[in-house]
């Protein structure tokens, strides 16, 4: 990445899809389909945590909060990565603001409400349904992705996987829920996209 590169444009499929994520979440919950995946994936990934991994889960788990948003952010403009502070930054700000606002959707209780996983990280606040942390992995990894060479857009695609894992890991979200924030987070990057890339060309 350089601070003087123009972000690539998204493939027009991937917004699709993305939003093809968030609705059939939404469906799936609502018809109550995909608990049987969702409590099979989560007896998994409980059962295979380790008290020693569990530390790391829990930092692990907060690069997709607002607080690793920043984080990184500041990161990359103290690295002199400009372009890529600014469209990471404003890509997860939007993602976080996105998941927020759509949550009272389903209201739905989270696993370790349920009683069906332990929790390892504070009490989240708002609805399950979606993760505000994938949403905000997936965005800041789809912002590095259009801009970044091969290497980092596949730690970024891997890092924002490892977020959604976590935050099934550590008892806070089902499958579904971390799927819809993949999809909400996708669809706030590009839609950030698209002004900052018309900022630029109206600075042009």
Do not use: C, N
Not at 47 to 73: C, E, I, K, P, Y
Request: aromatic share 4%; net charge positive.
């Amino acid at each position: 990445m350089t601070a003087t590169v123009t972000p690539r444009p998204l493939r027009p499929a991937v917004p699709v899809v993305a939003a093809a994520a968030v609705v059939g979440s939404y469906l799936a919950v609502r018809a109550g389909v995909v608990d049987g995946v969702d409590r099979g994936l989560e007896r998994w990934l409980t059962s295979a945590r380790h008290r020693r991994g569990d530390r790391f889960l829990v930092v692990a788990t907060d690069l997709g909060s607002s607080f690793g948003l920043m984080g990184v952010t500041a990161a990359l403009a103290l690295l002199g990565r400009r372009t890529a502070a600014v469209e990471v930054g404003a890509a997860g700000g939007a993602a976080w603001l996105l998941a927020q606002g759509v949550k009272p959707a389903l209201g739905r209780a989270r696993p370790y409400e349920l009683g069906t996983a332990s929790r390892l990280v504070s009490p989240p606040a708002g609805s399950s349904w979606p993760s505000g942390h994938a949403a905000v992995g997936a965005a800041m990894a789809t912002a590095i992705i259009t801009i970044a060479d091969r290497d980092a857009a596949v730690a970024a695609a891997a890092g924002a996987a490892a977020i959604g894992a976590s935050r099934i890991a550590v008892g806070v979200h089902p499958l579904s829920d971390v799927i819809a924030g993949f999809g909400v987070g996708v669809l706030a990057a590009a839609g950030t996209s698209a002004v900052t890339g018309r900022l630029r060309l109206r600075r042009r």
